[in-house]
């Protein structure tokens, strides 16, 4: 049996079409929760799993699953489950997401062209706001998928503007019915890009993962003192973003003795900075 390398590489460079832009690095897009971007992601996943004959739902958040019957297989047995997401960070890569998403969908048609016979259904899946990006922090879909997130925390979510997850969902079209359940399936798979560099250092064309890092966020807020940039002497200043930019080091030197002590996958990182009143005068 054998996937289609060719129908494979069509389906991301189609998807790679909603929110395309060319950067620094090469081609990218961005792709975030409830944009006309997403929205036609999403369209166009629905309309491929569609066209391999699979029967299509959309979750309570947003979660989109193509199942797959095989004649062979028993309807009451617990699905085999593969899949990833649509969603992107900013100026992010044609493959991080769609490669798992639109693989698994690969699989199932060549296994359909085959004729192999399956014991138990395939779901194909893509989350919802697995980036994080505007909702969350990340892992949305899936985490109500697991049972660690209720759908109600999930779609009363708020972005930087105040739009709820309801509401992005709802004005794409994607706002469904009930949640996905993972403890129904019997085994998920995901096909992922590096997003490291350990295995292209090594020449390793592929790895399983035994381990995923597990991530904290923590959001904090520095309070200084805004007075006029010229004429309020050294003494007298408390810059908020002095004190933020000693703590981001700290991070970071922190992060770095962990590895030399403790852990050599151990990291810290300062991702995102909002400061007010953020004027150059001031």
């Not at 900013?90 to 004729?115: C, H, K, N, T, W």
């Not at 129904?184 to 350990?198: I, M, N, Y």
């Not at 003192?225 to 000693?246: F, I, K, Q, W, Y």
């Not at 996958?265 to 953020?278: E, F, I, M, Q």
Request: net charge negative.
């Amino acid at each position: 049996m054998n996937v289609s390398e060719e129908r494979l590489r069509d389906d991301i460079e189609a998807n790679a079409a909603f929110g395309e832009l060319e950067t620094d690095e090469g081609r990218g897009r961005t792709v975030l929760t409830g944009t006309d971007a997403n929205a036609g992601a999403r369209d166009h996943f629905v309309s491929r799993l569609e066209d391999a004959g699979l029967d299509v739902r959309v979750d309570a958040v947003g979660t989109i699953v193509g199942r797959w019957m095989p004649d062979s297989a028993d309807p009451d047995a617990a699905p085999v489950a593969a899949g990833s997401h649509l969603d992107s960070v900013p100026e992010g890569g044609i493959f991080d997401g769609p490669l798992g998403v639109y693989a698994a969908l690969e699989s199932v048609r060549a296994m359909q062209e085959a004729g192999t016979e399956l014991a138990r259904p395939v779901d194909v899946v893509s989350f919802t706001e697995e980036e994080g990006q505007r909702f969350a922090g990340g892992l949305l879909g899936s985490s109500v998928a697991a049972g660690v997130r209720s759908v109600e925390d999930a779609l009363a979510l708020t972005d930087d503007e105040g739009t709820t997850l309801e509401s992005a969902l709802e004005s794409m079209g994607y706002r469904g019915d009930d949640a996905v359940d993972a403890s129904e399936w019997d085994s998920w798979l995901e096909l992922h890009v590096e997003q490291g560099t350990r295995l292209e250092d090594a020449g390793v064309p592929v790895g399983v993962v035994t381990d995923v890092t597990g991530i904290f966020h923590c959001q904090v807020e520095i309070v200084g003192e805004a007075n006029h940039a010229g004429s309020t002497p050294m003494p007298g200043r408390r810059d908020a973003l002095a004190a933020a930019s000693e703590l981001v080091l700290d991070v970071e030197s922190t992060a770095q003795h962990l590895v030399e002590t403790e852990s050599e996958s151990a990291v810290g990182t300062v991702g995102k900075l909002d400061v007010s009143p953020n004027a150059t005068n001031v």
